[in-house]
């Protein structure tokens, strides 16, 4: 069950990170639109809505996730940038993911939302000084100071993470 949740594993972070770990992660953001739909382009409805385990959320759902998790992150940066440490507002993603968007809407919709956002964010980032990375958020669930360099790596794991949930469905399915 644990390869199921967590094919790569949990995050794994360096304690210190380098440019060359930023400049991975931008890269797996960038890319990472364009994958997600080249993966789950030709899929039926009826593949799109099979859950990529027992109890998990179904393909759609995972798309319409990436998409509404990683505007909050960029959204999370914008403000880590332009206030003093702020106390981020957390959503429930597992509510989001059973919302009527989440569960019947075309997924294209998302896929082009993270085109769109991933562009814009990898632009940002690639423009942040070694200050800006330096600055931190409060997650209110208990993570103090999340460094905006450690978040890049965060949502580069997200990427890839969430991917290989469908990969792996698709392998064990046949599709």
Request: charged share 25%.
């Amino acid at each position: 069950m644990y390869e199921l949740k967590y094919p790569i594993g949990k995050p794994t972070i360096p304690e210190k990170i380098s440019t060359k770990d930023i400049s991975e992660w931008i890269t797996i953001l960038e890319d990472f639109p364009n994958r997600l739909e080249l993966l789950v382009n030709n899929l039926s409805e009826k593949q799109l809505d099979t859950p990529y385990r027992d109890g998990g959320w179904t393909i759609r759902q995972v798309v319409h996730h990436c998409a509404d998790s990683h505007h909050n992150s960029y959204t999370r940066f914008k403000w880590a940038l332009t206030e003093d440490k702020p106390v981020i507002k957390a959503y429930y993603e597992d509510r989001w993911a059973e919302l009527f968007d989440s569960k019947s809407a075309p997924i294209e919709l998302s896929l082009n939302s993270l085109k769109a956002l991933h562009a814009k964010w990898v632009y940002f980032l690639k423009g942040l000084t070694v200050d800006d990375l330096n600055k931190n958020f409060i997650h209110p669930d208990g993570f103090e100071d999340v460094g905006l360099k450690e978040n890049i790596g965060i949502y580069a794991w997200h990427c890839n993470h969430h991917y290989a949930h469908i990969e792996n469905l698709l392998k064990r399915k046949g599709w």
